[in-house]
């Protein structure tokens, strides 16, 4: 018989004591309640203020045209999607948006998401896996660093914006399948990358570029086409080895996100990602107010 031991405290039971230690530290994060948004001003708990840490870039989140066609295509189409894209969640306006998102960034297809975050941590472990190589600016957005792990290749992180400390990764990486992800305008700084001097090496060492344009699409390049229209390398100069991604909660001022470039790329994307296959599609009553942003 063995002898009844005292019960062990819960790992449980710490977490309030944690919670505390990350307040002593000032690190507690607290959110803030807001109202309704209204270009540069919002209703914080209450209070009318001037917004200077907002993504709706544009002023689109709150206009009455878009939240007009939200509530137009609502009525028409409904609240939800009913599915995966897979099965039976690809609505007519989903398949619209993408076609429309693929014309407006000048480049050959587009697959359409529910969020930027899913975007980017699935569709890094759906093209580079075990053995192949990611090479990762070191101020990327958290979605990018997540895909990256999730894909199981080998992260060589470079210093940011060094593009000198990339190159010599690239000579040295012995992987056949090497990636380069970079964030196009830096979230925190609001810096800009080289987009044809990382193209330009992603070419010699045979790498594929994605580029993240969160923050560029809507609002750099022609019409607001984004970095990589601002860098002239879409339509007839677009390259088959750049991925371009970009939100649609930003400066469009909605919700989702879609990666674009080369058919066949997009096309393995499709079958690949696992974020994508596996999840609720995006509502098909967001394609109307997504479509209003550049109408
Ligand atoms: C906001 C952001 C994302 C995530 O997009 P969501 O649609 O908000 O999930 C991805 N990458 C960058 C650089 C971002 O700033």
Not at 98 to 116: I, K, M, S, T
Not at 229 to 249: D, E, I
């Amino acid at each position: 018989m063995t002898s009844p031991t005292a019960p062990q405290a819960s790992w449980l039971d710490e977490i309030p004591a944690r919670l505390a230690d990350i307040e002593r530290a000032h690190l507690l994060r607290r959110r803030r309640v807001v109202g309704p948004a209204d270009g540069a001003r919002l209703r914080v708990d209450g209070e009318p203020m001037l917004a200077f840490c907002s993504n709706d870039y544009l002023g689109l989140a709150g206009h009455p045209a878009l939240a007009q066609a939200a509530c137009e295509a609502t009525q028409r189409f409904g609240v939800g999607s009913g599915g995966s894209p897979l099965v039976s969640g690809h609505s007519a306006a989903n398949d619209a948006l993408e076609h429309d998102l693929a014309a407006y960034v000048q480049l050959p297809r587009a697959l359409y998401f529910y969020a930027g975050y899913a975007t980017n941590t699935g569709i890094n472990p759906a093209l580079v896996g075990g053995g192949d190589a990611l090479l990762s600016d070191a101020l990327n957005h958290a979605c990018l660093i997540d895909g990256a792990r999730l894909s199981r290749a080998t992260i060589h992180r470079y210093l940011h914006a060094d593009l000198a400390a990339l190159e010599a990764q690239l000579a040295a990486c012995p992987a056949r399948r090497k990636r380069v992800i970079s964030d196009a305008v830096f979230s925190m700084d609001g810096d800009l990358i080289d987009i044809p001097a990382l193209l330009a090496l992603c070419e010699r060492y045979d790498a594929l570029l994605l580029l993240d344009d969160a923050h560029g699409f809507g609002v750099l390049g022609p019409q607001g086409r984004g970095s990589l229209a601002q860098a002239g390398l879409t339509g007839p100069n677009a390259s088959h080895r750049v991925l371009y991604m970009a939100t649609l909660g930003k400066a469009a001022g909605v919700a989702g996100a879609f990666v674009a470039g080369d058919a066949a790329l997009i096309e393995w994307l499709l079958q690949k990602t696992r974020t994508y296959i596996f999840a609720t599609a995006a509502p098909p009553c967001w394609q109307a107010p997504c479509a209003k942003a550049w109408s």
